[in-house]
């Protein structure tokens, strides 16, 4: 049975550091695995999608990597702000299609 | 445009009422989902639609009811819900329902009296 692990679950950085998020998962048969952001009662808001097939993926600020053999992913945030701060997660697609979800990292930028 | 739309975006409502949550996507996708979240937990999946089928139904009680009247439309219906479904329901929506990136709306805050 996949299981999908965060660690931190919290996490608190001065603003303007670089700073990285871990996921790892048991189960490397997997088809993709994607990173969200949560703001406190709101949606979930897609940052990156890493296929199986790909090391990693990149959008501004961020860097997602993806190790399948050691079943790990990292998310990568340069250059933190405050408006940064929310809750991370990552969910892998696994072999019944189904997301299994982290529980999530919380993140606060200090100014 | 990767927006996924809910209605409304809070709905109070009584143990014997019967409601309805609203979702839509203009992206052309294939597959549409409800999610619940309780507070501090990550997203716990209820239904997928692909092709406007029903392909996932998990144990979730017949107390919640879904729609798919086509494929830019899901509705989930509520009926004697209990003050434990208080949460946040989260419509998602992916090119198909495999392995497509996941979009969310921004979800209906549900509260039970």
């Known amino acids: 049975k996949q299981e999908v692990t965060q660690i931190p679950a919290a996490l608190s950085v001065p603003e303007g550091e670089n700073l990285v998020l871990n996921c790892s998962f048991t189960?490397?048969?997997?088809?993709?695995l994607q990173w969200f952001r949560q703001d406190p009662g709101k949606g979930l808001t897609s940052l990156l999608l890493?296929?199986?097939s790909q090391r990693e993926q990149t959008s501004g600020r961020l860097n997602a990597s993806l190790d399948k053999s050691s079943g790990r992913s990292t998310l990568y945030i340069a250059a933190s702000q405050p408006g940064d701060s929310a809750t991370y997660l990552c969910?892998?697609?696994?072999?019944?299609?189904?997301?299994?979800w982290g529980a999530g990292t919380k993140l606060i930028i200090k100014p | 445009d990767t927006e996924v739309t809910q209605t409304p975006k809070h709905l109070v409502m009584g143990m014997t009422n019967k409601k309805s949550l609203k979702c839509e996507q203009h992206?052309?996708?294939?597959?549409m989902y409800w999610y619940k979240q309780k507070a501090k937990k990550p997203p716990e999946l209820m239904f997928v639609?692909?092709?406007?089928?029903?392909?996932i139904n998990e144990s979730v009680p017949s107390r919640f009811s879904p729609e798919c009247p086509n494929s830019s439309l899901l509705n989930l219906h509520l009926h004697a819900l209990q003050p434990e479904d208080s949460a946040l329901y989260l419509c998602?929506?992916?090119?198909?329902?495999?392995?497509?990136?996941?979009?969310f709306g921004p979800g209906t805050r549900l509260t039970v009296l």
């Open positions: 998602a929506s992916s090119q198909d329902g495999t392995t497509g990136e996941q979009f």
């Open positions: 992206m052309g996708h294939r597959a």
């Open positions: 639609y692909s092709y406007e089928k029903l392909s």
């Open positions: 189960d490397s048969a997997i088809y993709n």
């Open positions: 890493i296929q199986s």
């Open positions: 969910a892998v697609r696994g072999s019944n299609y189904q997301l299994i």
